[in-house]
């Protein structure tokens, strides 16, 4: 692994490798080549907003996604009042690290919805929440010019994590704002399976509406745990020859983030995870950027 | 739990009590007071399909599905021929065994899509293939007067069990075939998630393609195995009043199948199983179907 066969459009998602502190995320990701981070809310406020900006700034990286809001599926009431400012907050989270990201640079802030209130089963009204929620918060978004990237979350953690499931759906919801106020994540993991993805994204495209585009695998069989099933790319089924194409031939331009939940890769080096990633990129991903 | 609390529409699919030979699952879901039954293949075969038969008719059980074929995602060449040659079988088994139940017994054949091929990340192509086999069977499964019922899975299954993930895409493709031949399997554990899942029972309807509506719950964790992921109704998070409301208003009036994959359900005594179904299905289903 060379710094020459890093993609410049490569972004390393800081989820990828979890365990390092902010100053070794932005460290090894500058170190390896790799031109472009998203970060994470925690690690971020861990150092504060100020020095982690400043931090940003120095590394040289751009800056490609907060992660991130939402988790406001809940109805009315107090809590659902604190999970509607924690995303003020990271709406001018975003803006500050975008600003303060090398050029090209993206004041995006990724959305997970929530899943069901405990004891719901009302998943149409979990979901109108959601729209409620964006109704709420896009004000604050536009003023700030922060996109706000809802993303449609695999099926399996329709229930406990994101009631937004297709990609079809997230644009549905969209639609009723501003391009550039709300958009979607397009993440090759969520999607890959829906029989409308090519559909979707193409549609995605025509509304202005892909806020971002994240891949990783999918292999089975999944992990104990669900939310660790991200793979490296190559390692499993999904096809990013024709994924990444459709997202291409909408215009996309930004950075591609690179976001793998998995505990062996978590517990491996940020340094040889950052290398891997990179080299899979290049494998799977670069040959189809046009 | 007394037999008068049975609802006369359930139906024990065979998998619910897995461990249960034929002459077991016979006998302990008569004796709950239930009507109807969906049997497995492999249990029929270890006795033989004409003993299998002569024992189903002397329950006095209704036959409401057979389980399953399917499997027929591989590329052409003697494996997929083997696949096609088995579900001509567990076509004639469907006609065999439906004239053998009481009167109400339906021939539907569910049939499981079967994953990519081991390799391939053709999904597409895996689809294709799903149309293409049921062209090779629509005119047997017609000779014989069994429907084939196309069964999405949920979409965590679709690289190694199912590649037909929604019952929108079961559906387009049954729109190549005649209603009767080709349905649907409306199973709520797969769908409850779909955003479009209201429109689609509804679609489903009018097309005259709902083969077999059947009902278990989802909840998480998912556990380590995750086909082993379903629970009795109620257990969970799905909203079994507005799915089974939109079934009914389709005019399906058939028998509503239970099939549980669970490793506790399987390692529990085969009576209380079927009793506790039949609690389940009185106090989650019976009071929606009007």
Not at 8 to 35: C, M
Request: proline content about 5%; aromatic content about 6%.
């Amino acid at each position: 692994m060379t710094p020459q066969t890093v993609d410049p459009r490569l972004s390393i998602n800081q989820a990828t490798i979890k365990h390092a502190d902010l100053a070794t995320a932005l460290a090894v990701t500058a170190d390896a080549g790799v031109q472009s981070i998203g970060l994470w809310r925690e690690p971020v406020n861990e150092v504060g907003l100020d020095v982690a900006a400043r931090m940003l700034a120095d590394s040289g990286l751009r800056f490609s996604s907060h992660c991130r809001g939402g988790f406001f599926t809940l109805p009315a009431g107090p809590e659902r009042d604190a999970a509607l400012d924690e995303n003020r907050r990271a709406i001018e989270e975003t803006a500050t690290l975008a600003a303060a990201g090398a050029d090209g640079s993206a004041a995006v802030l990724v959305l997970v919805a929530g899943g069901l209130p405990a004891g719901s089963r009302d998943l149409v009204g979990a979901r109108e929440r959601v729209r409620d929620a964006l109704g709420a918060l896009a004000d604050d978004a536009k003023a700030a010019g922060v996109t706000l990237a809802l993303e449609p979350l695999h099926p399996m953690y329709a229930s406990d994590r994101a009631v937004i499931s297709t990609l079809g759906q997230a644009l549905d919801i969209a639609g009723d704002f501003e391009p550039g106020v709300v958009g979607a994540a397009v993440d090759t993991f969520h999607i890959w399976w829906d029989p409308q993805v090519l559909d979707q994204i193409a549609r995605a495209g025509r509304d202005r509406r892909i806020a971002t585009y994240q891949v990783c695998d999918w292999r089975t069989p999944l992990p104990a745990d669900a939310l660790l099933a991200r793979h490296y790319m190559g390692e499993g089924v999904i096809d990013f020859a024709s994924l990444t194409q459709a997202v291409m031939a909408t215009g996309y331009d930004r950075d591609i983030e690179v976001e793998l939940f998995n505990a062996d890769i978590w517990a491996d080096d940020p340094a040889r995870v950052v290398a891997r990633t990179a080299a899979a990129f290049s494998a799977t991903v670069s040959p189809h950027l046009g």
